[in-house]
């Protein structure tokens, strides 16, 4: 430092002595045009770098500009470190009034080791050209419109033969089960509807065109299932009036009477129209079901169940339910209009006090038929049958039973993280033996057996657990099944 001071003292020096020189020979006029043109001369640089990078695709017209860079270019590139007293006087002189040394001391402060003075100069030009090539807001892209405004285009999907996608109208049922939660319900598609659940939506239009039997994601990502509902399901969670004829019951009740298709069945106490259904699809196209309700409510519920039980299934299958069923609001008691000339094949009776219409209807029982009864409680068990001694009807009483279902839960055995257990390997007797001959030999020392998993076999090496679900249905009803006789 010490050596290159009064060097740079007499070039200082040298600079003013010929700042002196040249305001001599030219005036002031002269040296304000000349710096204020290097300054439009940096200016229209930049401009020019900037006009570069946009009509960088067109070669065509537009000739590359001059990569020649004056030294006020290069000092507002230099933006690491802060110029010195002998950069801050050339920079304000024009280049030809500047003497040779200065003017190759000052390319040597230019050039640093490792850089190139074009790179450092260029850069931000750069940015600007990246600031200048932003596209305008017009273009960019906006904000993606809802899901349910856009057009959903699926693929077609391949049936099978038979097969139909679900479609407006239908009756749907929903499932979800997450650990031991439970989430059930039958719902119809409508244009415009959608399904609504403590796990989210689903909008009917995503279901309208896929299979049955799929699971679909609500808008909170939990995926429902998404099946058309059985006769069995339709009854369960169909609109009620009173209580319906559960199907474990009526299901052994279609056994106990033997209703084959083409049969002549009499129904008392239409309810719902839970066993009017059960009754109708056994006796098919060529039967007829006759059901007689005393209750205005209970007969209109009755019929408006079978009715649209009858309109989804014409749009799941492509065909008629059979129309086999005639609801009538009367007393059976006093209905002998009704069964003049019928002939039953069996009679289904749900009544508060069947043993007061027996006497009506048993006459148009064909012999060796079923009357199959549905009581509440075994008091109304033991009043029938004290009814059928008094009256002396050629009925058998064959049976009285109950009908119990009983849920169980099986499924892997967890552990209480969460993790499957692993099928341990049984310890054997032998080896128990080994090992109290062991402890003997060596006096009161424990001896622990190693617990060696079993080999995986061909399904897995995870244990089930079995035991009758939480959830129970109690207790419906009592059947009794009484038989008519010729005495």
């Known amino acids: 430092m010490a050596v290159h001071a009064p060097f740079r003292l007499l ?11 040249s305001q001599r020979h030219s005036g002031p006029e002269d040296g304000l045009v000349k710096l204020s043109t290097s300054r439009r001369q940096t200016r229209t640089f930049s401009t020019a770098a900037v006009k570069r990078n946009d009509n960088e695709g067109d070669t065509s017209d537009s000739s590359p500009p001059s990569t020649e860079l004056t030294f006020r270019q290069a000092l507002l590139s230099k933006r690491r470190r802060p110029l010195s007293p002998l950069e801050r006087i050339s920079g ?37 050209c990246h600031q200048e090539e932003r596209p305008p807001l017009s273009t960019l892209p906006r904000e993606r419109p809802p ?52 796990w989210g939506i689903v909008l009917h239009e995503d279901m309208v065109g896929q299979h049955a039997g799929r699971f679909l994601k609500t808008s909170m990502g ?3 299932f998404i099946r058309r509902p059985s006769l069995e399901d339709y009854v369960l969670y169909m609109k009620r009036g009173p209580a319906i004829a559960y199907p474990k019951d009526a299901a052994t009740m279609l ?66 339910w059979p129309d086999n069923v005639q609801f009538h609001r009367a007393d059976l008691g006093a209905a002998s209009p009704l069964l003049a000339g019928r002939g039953l094949h069996a009679v289904a009776l749900d009544m508060i006090n069947p043993q007061m219409v027996l006497p009506n209807v048993i006459p148009h029982l064909h012999p060796g038929a079923v009357c199959a009864v549905y009581l509440a409680n075994i008091t109304q068990v033991i009043d029938l049958l004290e009814g059928l001694r008094c009256s002396a009807l050629p009925l058998l009483c064959e049976r009285i039973i109950e009908v119990p279902v009983r849920v169980w839960a099986v ?3 967890l552990q209480k993280d969460g993790r499957y257990r692993t099928r341990m390997a049984p310890i054997q007797d032998a080896d128990l033996r ?33 035991r009758p679900h939480c959830d129970q249905m109690s207790h419906t009803a009592f059947l009794v099944k009484l038989r008519k006789c010729v005495r």
């Open 255 to 320: 056994m106990m009477m033997d209703v084959t298709e083409g049969d002549s069945v009499l129904e008392s106490g239409s309810g719902s129209g839970a066993m009017s259904l059960f009754l109708s699809r056994a006796v098919g196209s060529k039967g007829s079901v006759l059901s007689v309700e005393i209750r205005e409510d209970h007969h209109r519920r009755a019929a408006l169940n079978y009715q649209r039980w009858r309109s989804s299934w014409r749009l799941r299958r492509g065909e008629e």
């Open 434 to 466: 080994r090992g109290d001959e062991t402890s003997d030999d060596t006096g009161r020392e424990e001896t622990t057996t190693e617990e060696v998993p079993v080999p995986v076999p061909a399904f897995g090496s995870i244990p089930y657990m079995a």
């Open 147 to 198: 899901l349910s405004t856009l057009p959903r285009e699926r693929p077609p999907l391949s049936t099978l033969p038979g097969e139909s996608l679900l479609t407006f109208g239908e009756l749907l049922v929903a499932e979800c089960r997450r650990r031991r939660v439970e989430f059930r319900k039958m719902f119809q598609l409508q244009a415009g509807g959608r399904l609504q659940s403590s």
């Open 92 to 128: 304000l002189l024009p280049r030809d009034a500047l003497s040779a040394e200065v003017t190759q001391l000052r390319e040597q402060d230019q050039t640093e080791p490792g850089e190139d003075a074009n790179t450092r100069a260029e850069e931000p030009n750069t940015s600007a």
């Open 411 to 413: 499924g892997p055995a």
């Open 11 to 21: 070039l200082v020096r040298r600079l003013v002595s010929i700042c002196t020189s």
């Open 222 to 224: 939990v995926s429902i």
